[in-house]
Every structure is written in structure tokens, then in C-alpha cells.
């Protein structure tokens, strides 16, 4: 079981957004793209997933981009990743095997599904309010490599 790619960028994004939507109300994707260095138009289309789920808002126009609403921040980790993957990630073999189960499991299989039980518990109780940590400036730092 890993994430995404997209799972990691969508959530970057959001994050991004919300600490720097007191400074503008909406973001534009390029700057977005920009800002956590990002393929902007892999980014698009990740973004659009999440306005067409209800986790972010969408304006058009020259003032446009992207914005939170009330959503955004109570969304669950799991919910993200049920959008930007097939949340099947906890249910997978983490060898890749078609048949991997309880009756026919992977050499790992019973030494890994506790933790990916416990991972499963972690994203679906952490929202992304609970990763906002406004007692680190640098934090939006982290989100980039700029």
C-alpha cells in the first residue's frame, strides 16, 4: 500500500491554499503549481477532481482560481485519497499479488495488516484542519522546494 502521487499534490495544494487564503481569496493553479513545484497540468486536473467532489471551489476569469470552503478543512485525510486514488490502497497486497488474502496470503500479508488497519484508522480520524500547524512559519516552506 503507498499513495499517490496525486493524493500527495492534491493534499499539498490544499494545504497551501488555506495558509495563504488570508493573503488572497482565490489562488490561481499556476501559482499553486508553482509554489509546491508541481506539474501545473497534472495539478488541473487533480484540482478539478476536488471541486467536482465539493472540496475546493473553482472561479474562472482573470481574478479566478481556487478557494476553500466549508468542506475543505473537515474533510478527512481518507476522503482525499478516495478521491484522487480508488481508496483500495488499504485493501491491496503491498507485493502486488491478485490473490493476496486472509486464505491465500503474500509473505507479508499477516505481518503488514495490523499497521495498514492502524493507517486506515489514521487517515480516516485526521482532517486537513488537523495538519495545519500555525505554530510553524515555516511550514508553507516545507511544501516546496523553492
Known amino acids: 500500500m ?14 497551501y491554499i488555506a495558509l495563504t487564503s488570508d493573503e488572497k481569496q482565490r489562488i490561481p493553479a499556476d501559482e499553486i503549481a508553482r509554489r509546491i513545484t508541481v506539474p501545473k497540468h497534472f495539478l488541473s486536473k487533480i484540482m478539478k477532481k476536488m471541486v467536482k467532489n465539493g472540496l475546493l471551489n473553482s472561479t474562472k476569469g482573470p481574478y ?34 491478485k490473490k493476496c488474502n486472509p486464505d491465500h496470503p503474500c509473505p507479508l500479508h499477516d505481518k503488514l495488516e495490523s499497521y495498514k488497519k492502524e493507517l486506515y484508522q489514521i487517515f480516516a480520524t ?21
Open 2 to 15: 503507498f499513495l499517490s502521487k496525486s493524493f500527495g499534490y492534491a493534499l499539498r495544494a490544499i494545504l
Open 126 to 146: 485526521t482532517t486537513i484542519a488537523d495538519l495545519l500547524d500555525k505554530d510553524h512559519p515555516d511550514f508553507i516552506k516545507s511544501l516546496s522546494t523553492i
Open 64 to 97: 479566478g482560481g481556487f478557494s476553500l470552503n466549508g468542506k475543505t478543512l473537515s474533510a478527512s485525510l481518507l476522503e482525499l485519497i478516495t478521491i484522487t486514488d480508488t481508496g483500495a490502497e488499504f485493501d491491496s497486497c503491498v507485493l502486488r499479488l
